[in-house]
C-alpha cells in the first residue's frame, strides 16, 4: 500500500522559504513520476513542480525560477523548495505520485493515483 506524509509547511513572510518533504512508503521514490501540487478554496487542484522517473522536471510559470524539485532515493523523499515566496503562493500542497516514467506536460492531476492529505503553506506580506 502506498503512503505519502507530506511535511515542511507553515507561515513565511514574502520573499522568504519553505522546504516541503514527501516520505514515499511502498513505492519508490526516483523511479517514477511524481509531483506537486497546491488548491486553495474554491479553487481546482493545480499542478505546480513534476519530476519524471529519469528526472526530467517540469514547473508552471508562475513558480519558474522559484521553485525547485528534487528526489533524494535514499531517503525515499520529495522535496519542493520554495523560495522568493509571493502570497500568491498561499495554499495546501500535495505531493503525489503515479505508476507510469513520464509526467503529463500539463500537469493533469488525474493520471496520478497516490496523494498525501496535504500541509498548509501561508505567505503574508
Known amino acids: 500500500q502506498v503512503q505519502l506524509v507530506e511535511s515542511g509547511g507553515g507561515s513565511a513572510q514574502a520573499g522568504g522559504s519553505l522546504r516541503l518533504s514527501c516520505v514515499a512508503s511502498?513505492?519508490?521514490?526516483?523511479?517514477?513520476?511524481m509531483g506537486w501540487f497546491r488548491q486553495t478554496p474554491g479553487k481546482e487542484r493545480e499542478g505546480v513542480a513534476s519530476?519524471?522517473?529519469?528526472?526530467?522536471?517540469r514547473y508552471i510559470d508562475s513558480v519558474k525560477g522559484r521553485f525547485t524539485i528534487s528526489a533524494d532515493s535514499a531517503k525515499n523523499t520529495l522535496y519542493l523548495q520554495m523560495d522568493s515566496l509571493m502570497p500568491d503562493d498561499t495554499a495546501t500542497y500535495y505531493c503525489?505520485?503515479?505508476?507510469?516514467?513520464?509526467?503529463?506536460?500539463?500537469?493533469?492531476?488525474?493520471?496520478?493515483?497516490?496523494w498525501g492529505q496535504g500541509t498548509q503553506v501561508t505567505v503574508s506580506s
Open positions: 519530476r519524471e522517473g529519469g528526472g526530467k522536471t
Open positions: 503525489a505520485a503515479n505508476d507510469y516514467y513520464w509526467c503529463p506536460i500539463d500537469h493533469d492531476a488525474r493520471i496520478y493515483t497516490h
Open positions: 511502498g513505492y519508490t521514490v526516483g523511479s517514477r513520476c
